[in-house]
């Protein structure tokens, strides 16, 4: 059985690169400065905002739905998609203390 090369690194840093994957395209965080700014949960098309067609918009709320950055809820015949502001917290917080401890220990004299 082979191993995945990313399953030789900690699994702390194995998640925040699928987290820095799926937010790496702009329809991704298009979506969800979308939902930010709606304020509310979404029942209906998002793809109306998105400049993609129904079905790239669809995959890509799958995808943040995969990771936890929004939540996604059937109701009826639509879905409802709302973020998760916990996993938002946690991920923010985990980048955080990455940079942070990037920060601190770089030189930050360095003239390069």
Do not use: W
């Amino acid at each position: 059985m082979t191993t995945a090369k990313s399953e030789l690194f900690d699994e702390d840093l194995q998640k925040l690169a699928e987290i820095a994957r799926v937010m790496s395209h702009p329809a991704r965080l298009a979506i969800l400065r979308y939902l930010a700014k709606c304020k509310t949960c979404i029942s209906g098309d998002i793809s109306n905002e998105i400049p993609l067609s129904r079905t790239t918009v669809s995959q890509h709320l799958k995808e943040l739905k995969r990771v936890g950055l929004i939540k996604g809820e059937i109701n009826g015949l639509k879905v409802n998609y709302c973020l998760c502001n916990t996993c938002i917290e946690d991920i923010n917080s985990n980048f955080k203390s990455f940079f942070d401890e990037i920060i601190k220990g770089s030189d930050i004299n360095c003239k390069i």
